[in-house]
């Protein structure tokens, strides 16, 4: 609707129920703050056809209302832009308090103790980059709010960054501007539970102490992977106003949304290093974004030849749905532990062989994987896959397909600690890399 | 009593710099051409063309197009079509 208005015709959407805030915020961030709409009480997607009806009949005067009327549309702005925030506190550590309730109040946090981003605090973290604090490094998704450096570095701060993770929190905004599609921004919107997991390669992982093994969770080990995930967590929120209820829209939410940032395990890998795949060298810095929408543990209770191994990583990946559109770009991001990779490389199988074998076996009845989603009546059915609406469902179940496009829609990324527990995700678009070295 | 400074964590967005106005609205829909805009979702086809039977009974000589693209979501080209050949647009959105 406001790429209709840009074109210089009145629109106005019909909203659905707790999109109301959203509508707003997407107005504001796509440039047209004062798009109108109007409300209706619920979804349509899952409504019966008479209720689709009905709430539509219910808001034609309001329809009328905003297509005609010649009032004053203007909508005021809730953004706060004030450069700095003062709090007054009987002692410090009150204040401090204060701050964290006034900031999570106003959803500028993810609901754990923000630390104080201070003038000190952040100039302090400004060392940890060549960069200027007023370098422009992207307008960052879904909100597209302009990551300088210094609000990157205050978001870092709040999140109890040190100056050596600098490098590695720029690159990963920047990472996440370049996913495909505006920066995964219908994604990062969707109702469903996309989230970025981001992960790094290179010497750095030793130098700022990345757990490459059990890194994926709480806990001392841990530390630095959780405050890397967490800074970046904290820009995409107040610089990419990924906001609940605003431009993040889950329907129940996930874990996932805690951003954590991962090492593969290089020294454990039989292979290249993912980011030497992706054109870095292997003493390059770099760090990769893939944004998942689920997780599952796929356990192997001791098969030790590469085909065994691998077979029961392919049906692990066959989880999920397909879709029935003009290109099929879901992807599975394979987090391999080396107790798994090291027997499928002392095997014979390189990389793209390991992936090519998961393509092949990873196969799946298109009917269960379409139930999801009536044919009829649905836009995002292709033209190439109509003939399925004449089958019967038995016969659409009994049809066995790859459950991606090929074998290149498959990621492995060598991480964990010992024992054959493979973790796969659902991901998509296609992870970016980006190279730190050049923000230190 | 302790003061505590910090700064902003909030950024300015691109959106905010480069804002447009919405159009003007005409002081009626007699004689003008309602493109109702599907972005492919189940229901909101449903709701469209009901808007626009209403619409077209409450104003004489109203057109209406209906457009769909050939998938999820609606292509541009659809988009602009329907910018160029229509009066007002409508669309459901929301999932």
Known sequence: MVEVEKMGKPAVPIVSGRFEEDAIASARAFAMPDLQFVIVPRIYRNLPHEACIQQTEAVIDDLVHVLTNRDDHKRLSTIETADRHRFEGSDRYDAVLRMNEDFIMRDWGDGFPLAPATREAVDELLQGTCLAPDHLVCDMPPGFGLATVEKIAINAAMAGAKPAHMPVIIAAVEALSKLGSHGGKSLLMSTSCHAPILVVNGPIVQELG???????????????????????????????????????????????????????????????????????????????????????????????????????????????????????????????????????????????????????????????????MPLEGEARVAANWKWLEKLSEQERLDITVPVLDSADRYDIVVIGADRAKTLVMPSGPSSVTVGIDAYR | MSTLEVLNPVAQQRGALTAMAINPRPASLINKTLGLLWSGTHGGDVALKRAGELLQRRFANLSVNFYAGSGYPITPSIVKQAAKECDVVIGATAD
């Open chain 1, 210 to 372: 990345l757990n490459p093994g059990s890194g994926l969770g709480p806990g001392r080990d841990n530390r630095i992977n959780i405050v890397i995930g967490r800074a970046f967590s904290l820009c995409l929120r107040n610089i990419g106003y990924w906001y609940p209820g605003q431009m993040d829209m889950d329907t129940i939410g996930t874990t996932r949304k805690f951003v954590h940032c991962l090492a593969e395990n290089e020294a454990m890998s039989p292979w290249e290093p993912y980011h030497v795949d992706k054109g870095f060298k292997r003493d390059e810095n770099a760090i990769s974004i893939f944004v998942t929408d689920g997780e599952l543990d796929v356990q192997d209770q001791g098969n030790t030849t590469a085909e065994g191994l691998l077979k029961t990583i392919a049906y692990g990946c066959t989880f999920g749905t397909r879709s029935l559109g003009e290109r099929h770009t879901s992807e599975r991001l394979i987090f391999m532990p080396p107790d798994v990779a090291r027997a499928v490389g002392s095997q014979g199988f390189g990389k793209r062989g390991a992936k090519a074998f998961i393509h092949f076996h990873a196969n799946a009845s298109l009917g269960k994987m379409i139930q999801y």
